[in-house]
């Protein structure tokens, strides 16, 4: 859901402000401007925050302008970050007649703050369409230029996909790991505000802080029953005709299915549900010690249906929901036991 309640709203036809008191449903909200509650088509009204950024004055421009007076351009300082795989966000500023900043476009930059090398792939996700992929490599201690965003597309819930691999392969370390980045409009002003005041050029996103670990598998010493007169067939053959299993999984239906759009909820839910049970069983059978099923926030349906499973699952240790900086509360961490 785009908006929840108490969120400041700008009426598009009247350019007022106001605030959303109540959801109808994924189409309409109930909105309060100056006293008077009424309700409004969700394409109606927007976040006044964009306004604020991209809005340039009108005011008649001076007709001199003297070079003393003209205001130099910030140079971007080098993206300061901790160790780990970083999204890097650089917006891009035009100026109006008062020289005040309005942001144009972002930049965004992958940040490889490890001693690794990666290939990777790279899916940036508008308004739940592809809108730029890309496939390739980033050395170690290096930033890699992605792409530009144009601002206004930032208020339009984009996503950002990773799949990582070792360049150089090991044995002990997972194939690939997948992550996924959401940002919300909120949350870009927000950001935005924040380097502003103090005085920053960028902010960025952890990815990922270590690569992941390959799951173990674990042994099991069968020549006591093999003495003992039974039959015992080698599972591990069987095991290596089995999809790879995944740590993370995103339960989003358009990760699932290219043609979602004419689908009624509950039959997005049954998809979403059946994939969820079949990566599940994967990562049993493999014997992962964990996995993280991103089922996002909205009603949290998805999420309430998923912990009744869990609940019911004899080899599941435990599960939590709590904040993660790469998913916020819309993912769920399971942690495996076999006994």
Known sequence: MKYEIGDKILVLLTNEEGKVVEIINDKMVIIEVKGVKFPAYMDQIDFPYFKMFTEKRTEKQPTKVFIDNIKREKTPT????????????LPIYDKDVFDDDVVEKIKIFLINQTDTAFSFTYNCMIAGDSSFLLKNSIEPLHDFYLHDVKFEDMNDSPRFDFEFALLNPDKKKALYYET????KAKQLFKKIEEIQ???????????????????DTEKFDVSVLNNAGFRVYDASKARQNLETARSVIDLHIEKLSDNWKHLSNFEILT???KAFEKFYDLAVAHYQTSLVVIHGIGVGKLRDEI????????????FVNQYHPSYGYGATEIFFSYK
């Open 271 to 273: 998809i979403q549900l």
């Open 180 to 183: 996924s980045l959401k940002v």
């Open 197 to 215: 005041l103090k005085n920053e050029a960028t902010f960025s996103y952890m990815l990922f802080e270590n690569y992941p670990d390959k799951v």
């Open 307 to 318: 912990h009744d499973i869990l609940k019911t699952k004899k080899e599941v240790k435990s």
């Open 78 to 89: 080098k993206h300061k970050v901790a160790e780990g795989v970083w999204l890097n966000f």
